[in-house]
């Protein structure tokens, strides 16, 4: 199915009634791209979890248009939600609340809680909006990749990963880049399972508290498998001082093979390098580390060196899906 045009009203409509069939949509949001599906027809989301080679029990995020929408999938909606939709909704952020009984049981992985988000996306806001109107109450959408690869940032990716015959609401590159933070809202004290471009210090001011340690009897959440988000080659990641010598040690053990590098100072050691210059700011990185992966894999690297990003909460959303890229 060629690519559907998200700049083109009638196009978004074509992407909505496919949605409203049943059938699989991947579509742009400001973080990654999605693959969805009506989040109220349970045989629609098998699919996603067929397509993706996704186990059933790991939960989607539902795509919504709002708050209101929001409230028909969740039994409650707690005062934490509540404060970070108002300031946060439309953007990269996922709460996890409490699932209403008989709604959406297959995108929630069977569990009794939900992710649900509200993408800061022109075309995606478009989209569920026509969908509502059809009377798709919400959209399930994880990352249009296979399980456990480098989510897709464009629609080239996409088609990259499924081929022609899925249909691709094309809305050029994603704004962000790397998933959005989770933050599950069901217990007393929220609780940020994954970070994303939406630092923990600027979520925690706005709830005016610090967030819990993860429940061990608390609900799993997308992207949190210790390995994720990773490319076909093995990703290490090495200090900046000791970027070098490591990457000489590697060469001379492999002297054939060619390394991808991604980090902020060209190690300059000779041999098969391919090197990607890493920004200074993390929205930057952020916004390119996905693609800068795939590249590597197009040019057929054996391995992925990256340069361990610097400490601190502005760089908790890369280095988390650097370290689970990294983990095999």
Not at 40 to 64: E, M, N, Q, S, Y
Request: one cysteine or more; aromatic letters at 4%; charged letters at 20%.
């Amino acid at each position: 199915m060629p690519l559907l045009d998200g700049s083109d009203p009638a196009q978004v409509q074509a992407a909505a009634r496919l949605l409203a069939r049943g059938e699989l949509l991947a579509f742009p949001t400001e973080t990654v791209y999605g693959l969805g599906a009506r989040a109220d027809d349970d045989r629609a989301v098998a699919a996603i979890f067929t397509a993706k080679g996704r186990p059933a029990d790991h939960p989607l995020i539902v795509h919504v248009t709002g708050v209101d929408a929001a409230q028909a999938f969740a039994a409650a909606w707690p005062a934490a939600a509540k404060e970070l939709a108002a300031r946060f909704w439309p953007g990269p952020l996922t709460l996890i609340v409490p699932r209403r009984p008989g709604r959406a049981a297959a995108a929630a992985g069977g569990q009794d809680s939900i992710g649900l988000r509200c993408p800061d996306h022109p075309i995606a806001r478009a989209l569920l909006q026509q969908a509502l109107d059809l009377g798709v109450a919400g959209v399930a959408g994880p990352s249009a990749n296979r399980f456990g690869r480098v989510s897709p940032t464009c629609a080239a990716h996409v088609a990259e990963e499924f081929g022609p015959a899925l249909a691709v609401l094309d809305g050029g590159p994603c704004r962000e880049g790397i998933e959005s933070a989770i933050v599950d809202c069901t217990g007393a004290t929220p609780v940020l399972l994954r970070p994303g471009t939406l630092g923990r210090d600027t979520l925690q001011d706005t709830l005016g508290l610090e967030f819990g340690g993860r429940r061990a009897d608390g609900p799993r959440a997308p992207g949190t498998l210790a390995s994720h988000y990773a490319p076909s080659a093995a990703v290490h990641l090495a200090a900046a001082g000791a970027l070098a010598p490591t990457l000489r040690a590697a060469a001379a053990a492999d002297p054939g093979a060619a390394l991808g590098v991604y980090s902020r100072v060209d190690p300059q050691v000779g041999g098969r390098i391919v090197h990607r210059a890493m920004p200074s700011q993390p929205a930057r990185v952020a916004h390119e580390l996905f693609a800068v992966l795939r590249d590597f894999d197009a040019q057929g690297v054996a391995q992925v060196w990256v340069e361990t990003p610097p400490e601190g909460l502005a760089w908790e959303g890369v280095r988390d899906r650097l370290e689970r890229a990294a983990t095999r």
